[in-house]
């Protein structure tokens, strides 16, 4: 049994059979995604990260889980608000096996074994975000069902026993988690590690980037990190939900004379300009991601993304 050092990180297991007061109507509460997922029945656990600071005045708000069909297994209620609002800390919702598994932790403020994700297949979005927030894994195919967009589910044959999932906070400032970080695909936000939810006992190691060029006063950035790399905006993009089948997308750069490459799905990134018509897509969920590429060759690390959803015509 792998043995993990004690956390700080509020733990939370949810009762869900009973009525739960719902605590201050705060709207402090959707600046946050699911940095970390461990599906694994009774020990299984989700790590919430906020993105900006105050954003734990979470009492009645709900994470929602779903089986691989996308059939809602579970509505889970937080009884209260939790400690720890500063920005980058953590919330940890787990199952009953979650302190026996792991050894160590903290003991839980409630306990039921309602957080039972399989790690063959399921998905579990943090509802109230702003957007909401969604990761599927394994054989998940009812992304129809969910609030926010999932791409391709993360570890398509199952998440291996003892593995957890994990986002990647690559894109955009690579030292912190933001709204950038979430491109709604999960196999490319998402990858296998060893589960270690982060602990709150210690002060986050995230630092704050440089902004891009142009706005060197404007405070925190979701853009450039300082390397001097093109920045990519979507300036035209299609409703989440559309019938047409070939949708157009415009874009631009803030670096005169930068071409572009597009990608859709897992297709590779190829060049193109703007506008940027497809070629007839299949119904169902598509992605679609943009990067600047400057006159130097530095391409933009953090493309601009976009979900979609192509329905069938009335």
Known sequence: MKRFPQFAASVLTLAFASAIAASSASATFHEMSIREVYPAGDSSYVELEMWAGGQNFVGGHHLVAYNSAGSQTENFKFAANVPNGANQSTIVVADTGYPVTFDEMPAADETDPSLDLSPGGGAICWVEGSPPDCVAWGNFNGAASLP?????????????????????????????????????????DFALVS?????????????????????????????????????????????????????????????????????????????????????PLALGHHSFRVRARDESGKLDPSPASYGFRIVAKK
């Open 148 to 188: 926010s967009p999932t791409g391709s589910p993360v570890a398509p044959s199952g998440v291996p026993a003892g593995m957890a999932l994990r986002r990647s906070i690559a894109a955009g400032c690579p030292t912190l988690l933001e709204r950038t970080d979430d491109t709604d695909d999960s196999a490319a």
């Open 195 to 279: 589960p270690e939810p982060r602990p709150n006992s210690v002060s986050p190691s995230a630092q704050t980037c440089l902004p891009p060029r142009g706005q060197e006063g404007g405070g925190t950035t979701g853009g450039k990190s300082g390397s001097g790399a093109p920045q990519t905006t979507l300036r035209r993009k299609p409703g989440k939900r559309i019938r047409d089948r070939t949708p157009t997308f415009g874009f631009a750069s803030d670096e005169p004379g930068a071409t572009f490459q597009c990608k859709l799905d897992r297709k590779p990134f190829r060049p193109c300009r703007s506008p940027f018509t497809t070629k």
